[in-house]
């Protein structure tokens, strides 16, 4: 049996971490004065179903007249509850039983007196998957049930639940176990199950689990199987899969470092080594924010949280989980590059020089507009080509002796797709020797066109266009191409999944036919 199932509170004592709504429970079975409609809301794992069961048993036990707050276990109907097997303790999934059918048939059967305890418990568990006629259907009798009839439900979010419902009922919000308490919890398991475990790797499962009850259980239930005579921390990271603490300050220090080889070493290891990723961008953001709160004026914590927020939302659809966090280095390393400069700054000496110009407005593919951008003082070499990094052209000074139609006549008014089309190869060379990420992203890429000095591509997933179009990986890709074309090109980047899919029927096609000739 799981330790979950084998440890579940059978008496409201039993419940840990949930004393607010322990206290008010008990006082209205004492004062008799229990509702007819209960909402019961939170994180999953901290004991919403089991307090809904406790609930039954407290009202429905034949052997507690003295005190309706301790079930005795004993009779019938409390065996039969505690095993799933009451039948007047009906338990329904929102999830898999949400339409209005079984609504309506829920509703013709609650008019029906119960078979052998005094009250008939419906438990809607996950409640807020319900449909909304289904919702609609459950309104009136909601609001006025039959005498012997008791709704709890139940949901994670409980947001999703329409306002007309939570009118109805009696909402409790449970709360995630604090630290202390949830370790304390645990380490009776242990003992019970007569396992000797170290306090580090107690306080390692009880930080994994984030204040969930049955994810602790779980995590020291994994623990347990097949475990030494006593477990140590080092058990516990392998039977998880997770990170380690040392890994994580390593990998910290050589972010500091700006050693980018070493974080990727890291990484590389921990894919290898099948751990979480997951979990191990979690530990890093949980590091960085304590190490943020002892530093407020360093910025730089702030900076590399959000960017590995980001990246912790893109692992789940990348199509390869490190893409995220390789990309996340890179630009965690060009942050602290950035302000390593600015440091090294003299402080009356401005690190930007607004420029001054009139623009011919620059249209992309979509038609609009392309930012108007500013200069780096300190590139003289471009402010001599007169362009800021996004491509558009300073105002010419006025003793400049070469007219205008010499200057529509430009290098760039002749560049050819056949040029880019040529080159691409050795752009996408040039790209691997510094950012081999940024690389395979561009090579996925295809090019559709080019505007005056736009070069307008398509990429097929979202993902690839969020990261193209950083400001660091286009001026990265925006360099080479200046360095291998010798001319300034900006790329517009779209998403067209259309395309993608022709050129794959394209070739689908070829092949039959290749196929076809061959066996004619």
Same mark, same amino acid.
């Given at each position: ?35 007819? #409609? ?13 307090? #809904? ?8 036990? #034949?052997? $507690? ?26 338990? %329904?999934?929102?999830?898999? $039983? ?104 107690? =306080? ?22 097949? #475990? ?10 392998? /039977?998880? =899969? ?12 050589? *972010? ?37 709160? +002892? ?70 593919? /979509?038609?609009? *507009?392309?930012?108007?951008? %500013?200069? +780096? ?10 362009? %800021? ?8 000074? /006025? ?34 020797? /510094? ?45 080479? @191409? +200046? ?9 517009? @980047? ?27």
């Amino acid at each position: 049996m799981a330790l979950y199932h084998k440890y579940r509170p059978q008496t409201f004592d039993d419940l840990v971490g949930q004393d607010h709504i322990r206290e008010i429970l008990s006082n209205a079975l004492r004062q008799d004065k229990v509702s007819h #409609a209960y909402l019961f809301s939170g994180p999953r794992g901290l004991g919403k179903t089991t307090t #809904a069961r406790l609930l039954a048993k407290a009202i429905n036990c #034949a052997n $507690n007249q003295k005190d309706k707050t301790k079930p005795c276990n004993a009779c019938d109907i409390c065996r039969q509850i505690s095993a799933s097997q009451a039948l007047d303790v009906i338990e %329904i999934d929102g999830a898999s $039983n949400r339409g209005i059918d079984e609504i309506r048939e829920l509703r013709d059967k609650v008019r029906f007196a119960p078979n052998f305890a005094p009250k008939k418990i419906y438990i809607i568990d996950e409640v807020h998957m319900l449909t909304a006629p289904a919702f609609n259907a459950l309104l009136k009798t909601l609001e006025e049930p039959p005498f012997h009839a008791i709704f709890i439900l139940a949901t994670t979010e409980a947001h999703k639940v329409p306002e007309t419902i939570l009118s109805r009922v009696q909402r409790f919000d449970f709360r995630r176990a604090a630290e202390k308490d949830l370790q304390e919890y645990l380490t009776k398991i242990a003992q019970a199950e007569k396992v000797e475990i170290e306090p580090a790797a107690i =306080g390692e499962i009880t930080r994994l689990a984030q204040g969930s009850f049955r994810d602790g259980i779980m995590f020291l239930d994994q623990a347990i199987s097949g #475990a030494p005579k006593k477990i140590n921390l080092d058990w516990v990271l392998k /039977s998880l =899969g997770m990170a380690s603490g040392k890994t994580v300050d390593s990998f910290i220090a050589r *972010l500091e470092k700006q050693d980018t080889a070493k974080c990727l070493i890291i990484l590389d290891k921990m894919k290898d080594g099948g751990l979480d990723l997951s979990n191990f961008v979690d530990l890093l953001i949980t590091q960085m924010r304590k190490r943020m709160r +002892l530093n407020g004026k360093d910025l730089d914590w702030a900076r590399w949280i959000k960017i590995l927020l980001k990246a912790s939302k893109q692992i789940s659809y990348a199509p390869d989980p490190c893409l995220p966090l390789e990309l996340a280095i890179y630009d965690m390393s060009q942050n602290l590059d950035d302000n390593f400069k600015r440091s090294n700054v003299d402080k009356k000496e401005p690190i930007y020089e607004k420029v001054s110009f009139k623009v011919n407005p620059v249209r992309n593919s /979509s038609g609009a *507009l392309n930012p108007v951008g %500013i200069i +780096l003082k300190s590139d003289p070499a471009a402010e001599q080509r007169g362009i %800021i990094s996004n491509g558009v052209k300073k105002k010419s000074d /006025s003793k400049d002796p070469k007219p205008e139609k010499e200057k529509k006549s430009s290098k760039t008014d002749s560049l050819l797709i056949d040029d880019i089309h040529s080159q691409w190869g050795k752009i996408l060379s040039e790209l691997k020797a /510094s950012n081999f990420s940024l690389s395979n992203l561009l090579a996925g890429a295809m090019i559709e066109g080019l505007d005056g000095n736009v070069l307008r591509i398509s990429v097929k997933y979202q993902f690839y266009k969020d990261q193209l179009e950083k400001v660091g990986s286009r001026k990265i890709v925006e360099k080479i @191409c +200046l360095q291998i074309l010798g001319l300034p090109i900006i790329l517009d @980047c779209k998403v067209d999944k259309g395309m993608f899919l022709a050129q794959e029927k394209k070739k689908d096609s070829e092949l039959q036919r290749q196929v076809s000739e061959l066996l004619a």
